[in-house]
Every structure is written in C-alpha cells, then in structure tokens.
C-alpha cells in the first residue's frame, strides 16, 4: 500500500516492507504505468515520470513525459518512454 512521509510517496506491503522509498511526488500502481505483481510501480518527480522496480531501483529515471510497460500480467515485454526533457 503507498505510504506517505514528509509530502514525499512510497509503496510497502502490509507486513512493513517498503517496495519504493517514499521520496516520491506520486506513485502509481496501476497499468499502464505499473505492474505491483512483477515488482514495477510508476514514480513522479517534479511532474515527469519514471519507473522503479521493487529489486532493482529505479529502473527509469523520472524525467519523462510518460512512461509504460508492455506486456501482460505475467511479463513486462518492454517499456514504452515518451519524450524527454532536455536538461
């Protein structure tokens, strides 16, 4: 479930573990931008997207447009970036 602390978003499961550390503007864990079950939830930084997984971090930094996954319940094909930013 997403937690909140200090303004800041993260997700962790009933027993206490946190999946994504709240340090996020919002969480998303719902597809197109997310896939809980497979460990992949959507993060928001400064009104750009990214993606973190639950084992591996952030797998795509929040600096996006839009991103998401492709694919189906059981796999994420590929994910989708939609026009970044310039720094």
Request: proline letters at 7%; hydrophobic letters at 40%.
């Amino acid at each position: 479930f997403q937690i909140k602390i200090n303004d800041q978003w993260g997700f962790m499961t009933a027993d206490g573990d946190v999946l994504v550390p709240p340090v996020y503007e919002m969480i998303l864990s719902k597809a197109p931008h997310a896939q809980p079950a497979l460990g992949y939830f959507g993060i928001f930084q400064n009104g750009k997207m990214g993606i973190y997984h639950q084992e591996k971090g952030e797998l795509v930094p929040p600096r996006y447009d839009e991103v998401t996954l492709v694919g189906d319940r059981q796999q994420v094909d590929y994910i989708q970036i939609l026009h970044e930013d310039s720094l």
